[in-house]
């Protein structure tokens, strides 16, 4: 009896220690690093991974949530329901100055017309005018907790204003988000290629960020990275004769995540996100009167400083006036294809890293260089083909990616902190970092261990270029029409993500800039690709920030 005890005894140990190698996994304080299972080259990518030994018989799905239960079917007329919700102004006045601050009080109630008595639901805030200027400033709103909601509203500009206070969810619906998010390891299904070199074939397979423990670590391709804390499983492909190292593309499975959407929710939950419940206008004909000066270059008798990092705080960012943004924290450069704006890019280098949008700043950026050169004199104009002095490059960072058809090649992919690592710094180099979009599908953790690893590499630039000037852009509203955008890509996701980033980024000696107001005002929809006023008015305090002296 002791010989089997003392066998089992060893067994257990011996498997525990198993478990632990084949995790791999360093944590340091409240972040996950993960020890890559090749060589810490700050220049591998996805094509290097180390073999993995030999499949085995069975393999399950890599896909898999943590779980998938359901919670039940509750009543609909008791959920928090735009048209039911009041407004009232604290303390009305006949007419307010610019500078003054309007108070609304909101009274969140259900379909039934019942006051709330908790809060959680997810507000949205601005005062807008349409004549004979068009402008708008976003509301912060303070949740009381009992169903009653204080925005606030620095007035800015004069004329007569109309508030706007939008539902974008009911609490209970920020519950299920919530839910969902913390629940399910995956709420968007990738899938990524495998060549033979021989035969040619190819085999596609699932690929997460999070690895199903219940699947054999034999049956798993491991490309995770320790440098940029980035963690990337597949599952090994068994149909054809393809190692680890014969991944060469990647896309969304959208069969997969239909089918996956499907497990999430009950259908009653499902309604929550129907148009008729989710981003509904709150009801009210309020309108209240400014006057005065409206605020341009400074508050009082302040001029602002320019933009960058650690800007005092302030009771708005600033507002829209006729397609122009006027920050409240800083002074912008204004784009006026002048003299002043090739002084300001003449022997400068910007460098972006992320996303669409970031895309966006490089296409509007060339657009501006080559304007700016077709109005040179003759001779600067030759001198500048000769040297290129007004650089501008953008990388489009690696997984997650919300990518369908054709899809994306793993070799051409990239992680924003080796890319980082690669730039050579200095006071004439602006790096724009701007990705959270594709990572709203992910949980948290995923977001957060990036962005730690971003953060690194930012700690290693700057101790090498003290002078580099980076800045970080904030995520914005977004408009939403099927149920797959809601359960992905919900704003509510988004102001998460905002907050998760100036936690982990907001020491460092970089500007934050935070467009999330000014998206807010955006009309008629919350566009995922911004208009060019707005990226203008975006690149316009970046590019106060690199033009500063």
């Known amino acids: 009896m002791l010989a089997r005890n003392r066998g089992l005894t060893v067994g257990f140990v011996g498997g525990i220690v198993f478990t632990l190698l084949c995790l791999e996994l360093v944590f340091y304080g409240d972040k996950t690093a993960v020890r890559s299972t090749t060589s810490e080259r700050q220049a591998q990518d996805f094509s290097t991974t180390t073999e993995q030994p030999a499949k085995s018989e069975t393999k399950q799905n890599m896909v898999t949530s943590v779980w998938s239960q359901k919670r039940h079917d509750f009543d609909i007329s008791k959920i928090t329901t735009a048209e039911e919700m009041s407004i009232h102004v604290v303390d009305s006045k006949p007419v307010y100055q610019v500078g003054d601050t309007l108070v609304v009080k909101i009274n969140a109630r259900d379909a039934n017309g019942q006051k709330k008595t908790y809060g959680g639901d997810f507000l949205l ?19 009381r907790g009992n169903g009653v ?25 920020v519950e299920v988000l919530r839910r969902i998010r913390d629940s399910f390891l995956d709420r968007r299904v990738t899938k990524c290629s495998f060549v033979d070199e021989y ?76 148009r008729s419940l989710a981003n509904r206008e709150v009801p009210n004909d309020i309108r209240i009167t400014v006057k005065g000066k409206r605020i341009q270059d400074g508050i009082g008798m302040k001029p602002l400083p320019p933009c960058g990092p650690h800007l005092p705080a302030r009771s708005s960012e600033g507002y829209w006036y006729n397609k122009t943004w006027y920050s409240l924290k800083c002074r912008p450069h204004r784009l006026h294809l ?19 949008t970031g895309r966006q700043y490089l296409e509007y950026l060339q657009h501006l260089v080559k304007n700016i050169k077709a109005d040179l004199p003759e001779e600067i104009r030759k001198w500048e083909r000769n040297h290129k002095s007004m650089k501008v490059d953008f990388v489009f960072h ?3 990616r919300n990518h369908g058809e054709p899809a994306l090649e793993v070799k051409k992919l990239r992680f924003v902190a080796d890319e980082i690592d690669r730039i050579v710094g200095g006071p004439n180099v602006l790096l724009v970092l701007c990705f959270w979009a594709h990572y709203n599908a992910e949980p948290l953790e ?29 995520g914005t509203m977004q408009d939403h029409i099927r ?7 919900s704003s509510w996701y988004t102001s998460q993500l905002l907050q998760e980033a100036k936690q982990i980024l907001g020491d460092l000696n970089i500007f934050i800039m935070d467009v999330w107001e000014m998206s807010v005002c955006d009309e008629p929809f919350y566009m995922l690709h911004p208009g060019p006023d707005i990226i203008k008015s975006h690149l316009e305090m970046m590019l106060s920030y690199l033009c500063s002296r």
């Not at 909601?149 to 619906?173: M, W």
């Not at 002048?338 to 992320?354: A, E, P, Q």
């Not at 962005?451 to 090498?464: C, D, F, M």
């Not at 149920?483 to 890509?489: A, G, Q, S």
Request: glycine share 4%.
């Open 125 to 143: 805030a601005k005062l807008c005018t349409k004549s004979p200027v068009k402008a708008c400033s976003a509301g912060r709103i303070t949740d």
């Open 149 to 173: 909601y204080i925005a606030r509203f620095f007035l800015s500009y004069p004329g007569s204003l109309a508030i706007s206070v939008r539902l974008g969810h009911s609490s209970e619906t």
């Open 199 to 274: 035969s040619n074939l190819t085999e596609w397979t699932h690929c997460s960020f999070s690895r199903n423990d219940s699947v054999n670590p034999r049956d798993i391709c491991d490309y995770s990275r320790s440098i940029p804390n980035a963690t990337w499983y597949c599952q090994r492909p068994t149909r054809v004769n393809a190692g680890c190292h014969s991944i060469t593309e990647c896309n969304r499975d959208n069969p997969a995540t239909t089918k996956l959407h499907e497990t999430m929710i009950t259908v009653s939950e499902a309604s929550l996100f129907n």
């Open 338 to 356: 002048s003299h002043l704006d090739y002084r300001c890019l003449r022997n400068k280098s910007i460098v972006v890293l992320g996303d669409s």
């Open 398 to 400: 690696t997984f997650p």
């Open 446 to 474: 995923t977001f957060r261990s990036r962005v730690w690893g971003i953060r690194h590499a930012l700690e290693r630039l700057l101790s090498r270029y003290p002078d580099t000037k980076v800045v970080w852009r904030t």
């Open 483 to 489: 149920l797959e955008h809601f359960l992905e890509n």
